[in-house]
């Protein structure tokens, strides 16, 4: 046998050994190695492997589970909450629903700059392969339009439920304090959520244009671009850029003119 | 009785084997530090891209400002949990100098210096940038943080790195030591992969196209991720329909089928493919590339190894047949110039 030549244990408390080359010797030098001496960090180690990928599994499961509605099975929701400190910190909170459920229409984000004076105003829109290369840098641009749209919650928050009257019978009141409240509770604190998420993106959107036109003042708005069906390029000859696969989504403005 | 509770302990007993044997086993390092070398280099090129307009994104009149970035990552229930350094500076001097530190640390992971640090330091940044720039990401960055946080586990500088080199330059001439480190990184990676297929296929079973075999078809109609125009295809609903069907069952199967010999190969073909049609023709050439890297994870070592000595051998070969043709030339020319009887004495 060859004299050893490094003895110590490495940062991971492995030994290495210039004696445990091959995997009939390795087992005999690396505690974590299966079949070798040390079961109780092989113990440690699964226990810490088996946390770990059930957090993976967890968030794509809990994804999965929302509904169309929001609403989430128990179970997902009740293990998400004990995953996602650990999901989130390390960047797995994710559904990996990538063109799913279906491929959808995409969405820009087109800004007017009005400038002062006569200046003729600016009027642009991104993601642009004109003015974002490489293609990546395009794409950063196309999730940040994304990110707006899918954020998106209209200016009105869910109504809340009428308070039955005084002379309402005992189901009607059960109705209004155990299942009607908590449910607008529960979907006002997600609105509120959502809404402040989309107004603060937003408004560092404008302000992120506005500092490159120093003076102007700048409007958003959210174009949605649907991909045709088929049969409108087979049959009717279009374009995929055909004027009327663009919709503006535009903010309805609520009444008082608050937004 | 006996005989059922003896079977039951046997049966525990044979899964604790198998759990041992699945994560503990010694794994040559090749495969790790093919991904350390190609997932590092994506990890790079991610960042340099974010160079190119980096205070557009960081500054302080950033497309996404730090207010709106901890939104975007707080939960309905109003907590926080993930973090990033970049949400406390928004001066350009301190951005750039921790930008340049960061694209210093990826490349220092690319060519395995001091690899058990930068594998760290690198798993810190992606996940400090994610977390920064979340609203401005997409699968390409879950890739690459999954791949940033596994590489801390083993060891990918033990082998094609100037960790390496200098290990040798040192005197230390032992060859890569298996290690159960490596292996768990390995099957970390390979267990999350099947997790983004599983519930990639599961997400798709949801949908309609997908089953009516359209979904393609408006994958290849959106103008936005369109590199390569495959709208041709609409004249051909059939085929469409089969890279439909191909598609949602490879995803959803993947995590059965990729582990067995016989039908990993099928898996990981479809995988270059389907990646590598992304990457052409669908706008995202980094998110297929860094796609393929996470299958490497279901190459063998001896594999990759033998892959890689094939591939210098052959680039030594050429470069020596070079050599040789560059000499025959040069001598060609020389003669040319030179007087008759000088060139019939090189001929000879």
């Not at chain 2, 960042?47 to 939104?71: M, P």
Request: hydrophobic letters at 45%; charged letters at 15%.
């Amino acid at each position: 046998m060859t004299p050893r030549r490094n003895n110590a244990p490495d940062a991971s408390g492995e030994l290495a050994t210039s004696a445990n080359r091959s995997h009939d010797t390795a087992s005999t030098v690396d505690p974590l190695a299966a079949g070798g001496p040390n079961s109780k960090y092989r113990l440690a180690v699964s226990v810490l492997i088996a946390l770990h990928v059930a957090a993976v599994f967890i968030c794509p499961f809990a994804f999965a589970c929302q509904v169309s509605n929001q609403s989430m099975s128990p179970f997902a929701s009740g293990l998400y909450g004990l995953a996602r400190p650990y999901s989130q910190a390390l960047y797995l909170d994710h559904g990996y629903f990538f063109f799913a459920p279906d491929p959808g229409a995409c969405h820009l984000v087109r800004y007017e700059v009005t400038l002062k004076g006569d200046a003729q105003p600016i009027i642009k829109t991104f993601p642009s392969l004109d003015d974002q290369w490489p293609r990546l840098l395009y794409h950063r641009h196309f999730m940040m339009a994304e990110t707006l749209h899918n954020t998106y919650a209209p200016p009105t928050p869910p109504v809340e439920p009428t308070p039955p009257p005084a002379n309402s019978t005992r189901q009607q009141k059960t109705q209004y304090n155990r299942i009607d409240l908590p449910i607008y509770r529960e979907a006002k604190t997600t609105y509120d959520a959502r809404r402040e998420q989309h107004l603060a993106l937003r408004g560092s959107m404008i302000k992120h244009l506005e500092s490159l036109h120093p003076g102007g003042k700048v409007k958003l708005i959210r174009v949605e671009h649907r991909p045709l069906f088929p049969n409108e390029m087979t049959d009717l000859g279009k374009k995929l850029d055909a004027a009327d696969t663009y919709t503006d989504l535009v903010e309805p403005t609520v009444a008082g003119g608050a937004q | 009785m006996n005989s059922l509770a003896r079977h039951i302990t046997e049966w525990f007993r044979d899964i604790v084997v198998a759990w041992d044997r699945f994560w503990f086993t010694p794994s040559e390092p090749h495969t790790l530090a093919m991904i350390r070398i190609l997932g590092g280099s994506m990890l790079l090129y991610t960042h340099l891209v974010w160079s190119l307009n980096l205070e557009a994104f960081l500054g302080k009149t950033s497309w996404i400002s730090n207010r709106a970035s901890v939104l975007l990552n707080k939960g309905y229930d109003g907590e926080v949990y993930a973090w990033s350094h970049l949400w406390y500076i928004d001066s350009p001097a301190l951005i750039w100098t921790f930008h340049i530190i960061a694209l210093i640390v990826f490349a220092m992971l690319v060519v395995g210096f001091q690899t058990r640090v930068a594998s760290v330091l690198a798993a810190i940044f992606t996940l400090s940038y994610c977390h920064r720039l979340n609203g401005a990401l997409f699968g390409l960055d879950q890739v690459n943080a999954m791949i940033a946080i596994y590489l801390m586990v083993g060891r990918s500088g033990d082998v094609w790195s100037i960790d390496r080199w200098l290990a040798i330059r040192r005197g230390d001439l032992t060859p890569p030591i298996p290690r159960a480190s490596t292996n768990i990184a390995m099957r970390l990676i390979q267990l999350h992969m099947c997790v983004i297929y599983l519930f990639g296929g599961i997400g798709k079973m949801r949908g309609e196209t997908w089953w009516d075999g359209s979904a393609v078809w408006f994958a290849f109609a959106s103008l936005e991720y369109q590199s390569l125009d495959m709208t041709w295809m609409v004249r051909w609903p059939w085929l469409i329909s089969i890279l439909t069907h191909i598609t949602v069952f490879w995803e959803t199967f993947y995590c059965f089928l990729v582990w067995s010999r016989y039908t990993r190969p099928i898996c990981l073909g479809l995988a270059v493919a389907v990646h590598g049609g992304i990457a052409l023709s669908l706008g995202m050439p980094t998110f297929g590339i860094a796609m393929i890297i996470g299958n490497m994870a279901f190459v063998s070592p001896e594999l990759v190894k033998q892959s890689v000595a094939a591939i210098s051998r052959f680039t030594i070969r050429k470069s020596s047949t070079n050599h040789d043709e560059s000499k025959v030339a040069a001598s060609k020319l020389a003669s040319t110039t030179m007087p008759a009887t000088t060139y019939v004495r090189i001929n000879s």
